[in-house]
T-cell receptor, first 113, second 116 residues
Framework: DQQVKQNSPSLSVQEGRISILNCDYT??????FLWYKKYPAEGPTFLIS?????DKNEDGRFTVFLNKSAKHLSLHIVPSQPGDSAVYFC????????????FGTGTSLTVIP | GAVVSQHPSWVICKSGTSVKIECRSL??????MFWYRQFPKQSLMLMAT?????????EQGVEKDKFLINHASLTLSTLTVTSAHPEDSSFYIC????????????FGPGTRLTVL
């Protein structure tokens, strides 16, 4: 049972425009969320996180929005750059120090120069 | 920084043999390490959680006798795939947390296992 879902397997965006990656979850106990970026044949790299006490967290070009009532979060990248082309995973856990993270299936982002 | 390494990065073995994959935290002590498996175009699936000095906790559906995990020190965890079969071919990724208070997992680069 997939508790974290990323329904868009791929996304193409023009360089300089905004990339919006979406993630939905089913477990209402999740209260800590992270986004990871992954290049082929490499391990994921942490991008940004958000706890359920917030609805927005921003770090440079990356902003994560959390809608708890809809059990939905999104990652906005603006402006998008060709180097952002990678697979993006969202992950969720029960609590900031929770050991178990549940990952979505990933969205492959291609930024077109 | 927080660097996690894995060795080897790619291994090819014959069916029936055992393969050991190492995961090391290079510049920090990791009380907890995790092993994930990723099939092509699929999510990272947590296989087991490994705490230093104690037995690993395996996720449902993961055979503990097939995937042996040893967390011998605060900087090293090993995953041994015993009697490997072609269906074990996958990308195995480890991650480590900086102690109990850390909220971020630092991932290794992954190991691609191909079983012929």
């Amino acid at each position: 049972d997939q508790q974290v879902k990323q329904n868009s397997p791929s996304l193409s965006v023009q360089e300089g425009r905004i990339s919006i990656l979406n993630c939905d979850y089913t477990n209402s106990m999740f209260d800590y969320f992270l986004w990871y970026k992954k290049y082929p044949a490499e391990g994921p790299t942490f991008l940004i996180s958000i706890s359920s006490i917030k609805d927005k967290n921003e770090d440079g070009r990356f902003t994560v929005f959390l809608n708890k009532s809809a059990k939905h979060l999104s990652l906005h990248i603006v402006p998008s750059q060709p180097g952002d082309s990678a697979v993006y995973f969202c992950a969720a856990s029960e609590g900031r120090t929770g050991n178990q993270f549940y990952f979505g299936t990933g969205t492959s982002l291609t930024v077109i120069p | 920084g927080a660097v996690v390494s894995q060795h080897p990065s790619w291994v090819i073995c014959k069916s029936g043999t055992s393969v050991k994959i190492e995961c090391r935290s290079l510049d920090f002590q990791a009380t907890t390490m995790f092993w994930y498996r990723q099939f092509p175009k699929q999510s990272l699936m947590l296989m087991a959680t490994s705490n230093e000095g104690s037995k690993a906790t395996y996720e449902q559906g993961v055979e503990k006798d097939k995937f042996l995990i040893n967390h011998a020190s605060l900087t090293l965890s090993t995953l041994t795939v015993t009697s490997a079969h072609p269906e074990d071919s996958s990308f195995y990724i480890c991650s480590a947390k900086k102690g109990l208070a850390g909220d971020e997992q630092f991932f290794g680069p992954g190991t691609r296992l191909t079983v012929l």
